[in-house]
């Protein structure tokens, strides 16, 4: 007499998908409405984070101003992607915060309690991640959880050769001629 075995419970994942309403944030909603299909996701956490106006600025707007702006920015920025989500029939959540993005979205992907962190980002070398101190870079560093990154279209050849160039001379500017 055989036994079958018990079916392995399959984990349904709860993802954070900061969003800008870029294509390459927008790749990362694509990826995880196809992960939804495919049952692997039980629920999207939508995420906008908006700049902080400058001390200065923020002085002379009245806080309620600054607020509606920031809700107004963010709803822009997410409209295509929860129109995605809206015609897959993806249960999602919207949340926007204001201040420093890898902060705000790792703070979020805590409080949420997502599993993973879901972004899209443009191909890039390490060298251009590594100067430019990329979000993807950041959230690597700081996220409780795992961030799972989605790659875009290639860089631009200004940023495969131009920029690692670019560095290259003021580096030898500085060794060579900058004393």
């Not at 800008?20 to 299909?37: E, I, P």
């Not at 409080?111 to 060298?127: N, P, Q």
Request: glycine share 8%.
């Amino acid at each position: 007499m055989s036994t079958s075995p018990l079916p392995r419970e399959i984990h349904r994942a709860t993802l954070l998908l900061p969003c800008d309403g870029t294509s390459d944030a927008l790749l990362a909603v694509r990826h995880a409405v196809d992960a939804f299909r495919l049952g692997d996701v039980l629920m999207i956490h939508l995420l906008n984070v908006q700049p902080p106006f400058s001390a200065y600025v923020a002085r002379h707007i009245d806080r309620e101003l600054r607020a509606d702006f920031h809700r107004a920015r963010a709803d822009e920025a997410l409209t295509e992607a929860r129109q995605l989500l809206d015609d897959s029939g993806v249960p999602y959540r919207v949340h926007s915060e204001v201040g420093d993005r890898a902060r705000c979205i790792a703070h979020a992907a805590r409080r949420l309690r997502c599993d993973r962190i879901v972004v899209g980002t443009a191909r890039k070398s390490a060298l251009v991640r590594a100067v430019g101190n990329s979000l993807t870079s950041q959230l690597l560093e700081s996220s409780p959880v795992p961030v799972e990154v989605v790659g875009g279209a290639p860089a631009g050849a200004l940023e495969r050769v131009g920029i690692p160039a670019g560095v290259g001379a003021g580096v030898a500017w500085l060794l060579v001629g900058g004393t």
